[in-house]
């Protein structure tokens, strides 16, 4: 079994809460997942900038980069307690209403927050 590789924003709160969350399920049933912060991260193996990476949730799984909300049906159909929200969500109907909501509302909302956040910091 191939290991599935998530890159994620650590600097995002919210991210990082979540990821945790993703970590504790894959550590219990040792599912083939590995977590990148992308901080940490050789971006240019993902074929991303940092901008690119930052906006938007990434797995990689057989060498093949899938982001955005497909990358989460990745995700969730390796940990038991998830399987059943990606076959949910995998639904033609409702894909496309999830797919459309993290679109156009969580990853820009997301990605705003963190602008925000970096911002301040800069400040």
């Known amino acids: ?13 919210i991210c990082s809460a979540e990821i945790a969350q ?5 550590e219990r049933v040792d599912a083939p997942v590995a977590f990148v912060d992308l901080h ?3 971006l240019s193996e993902w074929g991303l900038s940092a901008e690119q990476a930052t906006r938007r949730f990434h797995a990689r799984k057989e060498g093949q980069i899938i982001s955005g909300f497909p990358a989460f049906l990745i995700l ?10 990606a076959r949910v969500l995998s639904v033609p109907g ?7 909501g993290y679109n156009y509302v ?5 990605y705003w927050l963190h602008r925000r956040r970096e ?5």
């Open 1 to 13: 079994m191939e290991q599935i590789e998530i890159l994620y924003n650590g600097r995002c709160p």
């Open 22 to 26: 993703y970590r504790k399920q894959a």
């Open 40 to 42: 940490d991260a050789r």
């Open 76 to 85: 969730w159909a390796e940990l038991p307690r998830m399987r059943w929200v």
């Open 94 to 100: 409702l894909h496309q209403i999830a797919d459309f």
């Open 106 to 110: 969580a990853a820009p909302l997301l």
């Open 119 to 123: 911002a301040r910091k800069a400040a």
